[in-house]
Antibody
Framework: QVQLQESGPGLVKPSETLSLTCTVSGGSIRTGRDYWNWIRQSPGKGLEWIGNIYYGGTPKYNPSLKSRVTISEFPSNNQFSLQVNSVTAADTAIYYC????????????WGQGILVTVSS | DIQMTQSPSSVSASVGDRVTITCRASQDIRSYLAWYQQKPGTAPKLLIYAASTLQSGVPSRFSGSGSGTDFTLTISSLQPEDFATYFCHQANSLPFTFGPGTKVDIK
């Protein structure tokens, strides 16, 4: 079955760019029926949907983050990525990638999550 | 954005108890609601989608109901492995949003 795994640095300095990659195994991101999502969780804000992308499509973003976020796909590597610019301590969170389906936007499965701390 | 609220924020219960968690949306989300279970140090796990459909592999003691703005997750007979935090999630419109969670712990 499909599995997802986040990777990237666990520590980012304030004002810099957070960059994470999600590697999909057991399935292809090229299906076109699947959306590939980024979600984060912090004690202060709870679970927050960041955005998603589907193969060949235009990414969708949460307006609360839209000006600072980019989600991209890398089909040849079966990966998709997240970049958050100009980070502050408020961006400290566990970041998850997760799959959803067109017309059925529940998240399943999820990656195990990666803790990203913003600190100098 | 659609705001999701949950009640209670926490509940203490014993094995075998019936537990009910409520989720309310700030506007009509039809049946586009999912429930997740999260245990410490792990990712959320999908339990129920479309308000009342049990995800494959989830025990039948879990059930969901509701539509519109008011939804319920019920655990009919709490088991030791059910002590966790439960979240609701609206998938009706972007941006997708989650409830703040209900922690179920041992009485």
């Amino acid at each position: 079955q499909v599995q997802l795994q986040e990777s990237g640095p666990g520590l980012v300095k304030p004002s810099e760019t957070l960059s994470l990659t999600c590697t999909v195994s057991g399935g292809s991101i090229r299906t076109g029926r699947d959306y590939w999502n980024w979600i984060r969780q912090s004690p202060g804000k709870g679970l927050e949907w960041i955005g998603n992308i589907y193969y060949g499509g235009t990414p969708k973003y949460n307006p609360s983050l839209k000006s600072r976020v980019t989600i991209s796909e890398f089909p040849s590597n079966n990966q998709f990525s997240l970049q958050v610019n100009s980070v502050t301590a408020a961006d400290t969170a566990i970041y998850y990638c997760a799959r959803s389906r067109r017309g059925a936007d529940w998240f399943d499965p999820w990656g195990q999550g990666i803790l990203v701390t913003v600190s100098s | 954005d659609i705001q999701m609220t949950q009640s209670p924020s926490s509940v203490s219960a014993s094995v075998g108890d019936r537990v009910t968690i409520t989720c309310r949306a700030s506007q009509d989300i039809r049946s586009y609601l999912a429930w997740y279970q999260q245990k410490p140090g792990t990712a959320p796990k999908l339990l129920i989608y479309a308000a009342s459909t049990l995800q494959s592999g989830v025990p039948s003691r879990f059930s969901g109901s509701g539509s519109g703005t008011d939804f319920t997750l019920t655990i009919s007979s709490l088991q030791p492995e059910d002590f966790a935090t439960y979240f609701c999630h609206q998938a009706n419109s972007l941006p997708f949003t989650f409830g703040p969670g209900t922690k179920v712990d041992i009485k």
